[in-house]
């Protein structure tokens, strides 16, 4: 991280927007100041945050879609391959001893990170969505029965409702939405009447990707374990900007991306409770998963093995847990704090601009802007703010549902991260009024 181990830094863009990158691999402490985070030492740990787009610095606002990546994640992917690769659990050689070492540690770092009781229970998968679509296929194809319900809110991502739809085409259960209120949080009182002795399991959205709302995911949890259902979590956009304890949550399954959380793609987690998992059988067959093969039959390995077969994502792996390392180090108190500053912004100044109307108002939200622009269509926003250099999204962001409760076909989304500066957010701004004039 920069500043930290006296490492050189070096240059990474030019003319006047030079950033110094430090290319130290030390330990993160917490660099949190009485006042909050030091933004310009945070950012120089992006290479790519240096970025000029025709001319103009970058304004990286689509951190919902894919966080970026600090240089302690790219160097310890590269050191990996470069250094200790080899495939783990398998071999006995120098190398492999090695690579299972380090993979085997992030576990742990996982763990910590959630605040897991066991690391068996941490289970590595490509990402959010196959870590539901695990839960799916080996939890809901297994238990549940024709009639069970199976209740999602409406603001759910599709990856948390179109599994759970296959699996109700499979079993007979009924996959049903739990009403969103106008500001867009979740109708308590209507959880409250759907929840009965049907009710198997509930899939809820830690926050909003679509609205930036943080749902009551510990009174809903209760509320469901009180109807006797289990509770999975998306927690995708939820692990980069808040700490995650699944104990003081309750729920029985939590579900994240690496690459949201400032690591790489292709990697991910699913924490279960381990008495579930135990009981659920594999869901995919292959090497590293077995106890015993012999076409007379298999015995499965224990938990985490059991639902990780074949070769994993060793190196992104890897780099998650430098991730994890470097998030925990900048410290979830800071970061809160730095992105409720952001949104607290960009909210005041992008409603102030004519013709705009929030989608997503729910009191305690998340650093996510959903937003339109009358007379102009997001896709023909998200154009013209590149042209700035902004990068936002636009469209449904996955989360068609929630575009049917609002009655609008797409949004423009700016998702903010800790390294985003109030300066951005008037680049921003900026660019609203420049579609408006543009569109008149
Ligand atoms: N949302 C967005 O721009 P994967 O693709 O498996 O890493 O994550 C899926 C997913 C699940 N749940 C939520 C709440 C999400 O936001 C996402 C990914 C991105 O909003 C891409 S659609």
Redesign the pocket.
């Known amino acids: 991280m920069a500043d930290e181990g006296g490492a050189a830094g070096k240059r990474v863009s030019g003319e006047g927007n030079e950033l110094i990158v430090s290319t130290s691999t030390t330990s993160p402490r917490p660099r949190v100041p009485a006042v909050g985070l030091d933004v310009s030492s945070i950012r120089a740990d992006f290479p790519i945050l240096g970025t000029r787009v025709d001319g103009k610095p970058l304004v990286y606002f689509d951190n ?2 894919t966080a970026q990546k600090p240089l302690v994640v790219i160097e310890a992917v590269r050191r990996f391959l470069a250094e200790e690769n080899a495939n783990i659990h398998r071999g006995v050689h120098y190398l492999s001893e090695r690579a299972t070492l380090a993979f085997d540690a992030v576990r742990d770092e996982v763990r910590d990170f959630l605040n897991a009781p066991d690391s068996r229970e941490v289970i590595f998968v490509r ?3 196959e870590a539901i679509n695990l839960v799916a296929q080996s939890y809901g194809r297994t238990t549940l029965r024709p009639g069970d319900e199976i209740l999602l809110t409406t603001m759910e ?1 599709h ?2 409702i179109v599994p759970w739809q296959l699996v109700a085409g499979q079993t007979g259960a009924v996959v049903r939405a739990i009403p969103i209120t106008d500001a867009g949080e979740v109708d308590l009182e209507a959880y409250r009447r759907m929840l009965g002795p049907k009710t198997r399991i509930v899939g809820v ?1 830690h926050i ?2 679509a609205l930036g709302t943080i749902n009551p995911v510990a009174e809903m949890t209760r509320l469901a374990h009180e109807a006797g259902a289990v509770v999975l979590v ?1 927690g ?2 939820a692990a980069p900007h808040t700490p995650v304890d699944v104990q003081a949550l309750g729920c029985d399954f939590y579900a994240f ?1 690496g ?2 959380v400032f690591g790489p793609t292709g990697v ?1 987690v699913l924490w279960g409770r381990a008495s579930l998992l135990e009981a659920m059988p594999p869901w995919q067959g292959g090497g590293d998963m077995i106890h015993t093969v012999s076409f007379t039959g298999t015995t499965f390995a224990p938990l985490p093995a059991k639902f990780e077969a074949g070769t994993p994502a060793i190196a992104e792996v890897i780099g998650l847990g430098a991730a994890l390392r470097y998030v925990r180090g900048v410290g979830f108190d800071a970061i809160g704090a730095w992105e409720r500053t952001l949104l607290a912004r960009a909210t005041e100044q992008v409603s102030a601009v004519p013709g705009v109307r929030l989608v997503g108002t729910a009191r305690e939200k998340a650093g996510v802007l959903s937003f339109t622009l009358e007379g102009v269509h997001p896709h023909d926003l998200g154009t013209i703010l590149d042209a700035d250099g902004v990068a936002i ?1 636009a469209g449904h ?2 989360a068609q549902p929630v575009m049917e409760r609002f009655g609008v076909h797409a949004t423009a989304r700016a998702s903010f991260a800790f390294y985003n500066t109030l300066d951005e957010i008037d680049v921003l701004v900026r660019g609203l009024h420049r579609a408006r004039e543009v569109f008149a």
Do not use: E, L
């Open positions: 919902a879609a990402g959010t969505t991502h990856s948390n959205v909003s990707n998306d995708a956009q991306s690459h949201k991910g999204r962001h996955c």
